[in-house]
């Protein structure tokens, strides 16, 4: 269903002061207990200008479900190598080009 689709995966935070953290990129292969990207991190960091630290590189990573909050599908044109994140209002938010942004995490969160 979602393998080959480009996602943001949001992850679960397990305590109050973990900062949010997302990963976005191709979906390579999934199961019931895990899901395979290939692509990268983007965690919420207000030492960043933009307000995120995202990977320079692209790499293969293997989620467990249960740690997934939640998945968002991006358009298939979705460009990895130009990874946009804003803010809109006290959030940050991945920008996609002709569709809602997808969100990363509340600015104080960071």
């Known amino acids: 269903m979602i ?5 943001r995966i949001k992850m679960v935070k397990r305590h109050p ?5 997302s990963y976005v990129g191709k979906v390579t292969a999934f199961s019931e207990n895990w899901v395979v990207v290939d692509g990268k991190g983007v965690m919420l960091n207000r030492h960043e200008s ?3 630290q995202v990977d320079k590189v692209t790499s293969a990573m293997m989620i467990p479900r249960e740690s997934i909050e939640s998945i968002r599908v991006l358009p298939d044109n979705f460009n ?8 809109s209002g ?9 569709q809602r942004d997808a969100f990363i995490g509340e600015l104080g969160e960071g």
């Open 3 to 7: 393998k080959d689709r480009f996602v």
């Open 17 to 21: 002061n973990q900062r949010p953290m």
């Open 50 to 52: 933009t307000g995120a």
């Open 80 to 87: 990895m190598e130009k990874i946009s994140v804003t803010t």
């Open 90 to 98: 006290q959030q940050l938010v991945l920008y996609v080009d002709g």
